[in-house]
């Protein structure tokens, strides 16, 4: 198998996780702490498939994202392991599907590093995204 056709299959195999819920556990689609942090740019999709904090940490940020990176990290694990790719591979193809499913207002990391509020047009994204 090619190494653009193993991009192409783990880059399918993210998408699917991604629109089922997976990738951002449905816990935290559910916890309104998460969700005011998210829709006030207090949180953020970093490149790498984590949640990042946006500007000051506070004790329950600090709480929010590191239990929803615990449960990504445990999931991306997993689903590496079933496309014969390396946790690093998957996470940043995961973060690369959660960068593009932002909503206008919400926060990600650039490619250069930097916290870009999504507007209405494409998210600037990492080159090596699928």
């Not at 951002?24 to 702490?33: E, I, L, V």
């Amino acid at each position: 198998m090619t190494k653009t056709m193993t991009k192409t299959m783990l880059a399918a195999a993210v998408a699917a996780t991604a629109l089922g819920g997976i990738a951002t556990p449905a816990f935290a689609q559910r916890d309104p702490a998460y969700a005011a942090a998210r829709a006030s740019g207090e949180v953020g999709e970093k490149m790498d498939g984590y949640l990042g904090i946006v500007g000051a940490e506070t004790p329950e940020l600090r709480r929010i994202v590191n239990d929803i990176n615990i449960k990504r990290r445990a999931v991306y694990a997993e689903r590496a392991q079933a496309n014969n790719a390396t946790l690093e591979e998957y996470a940043l193809t995961a973060g690369c599907q959660a960068i593009l499913a932002t909503s206008p207002g919400e926060k990600y990391q650039a490619p250069d590093g930097s916290w870009q509020t999504r507007s209405s047009a494409a998210p600037l994204r990492d080159s090596r995204c699928p």
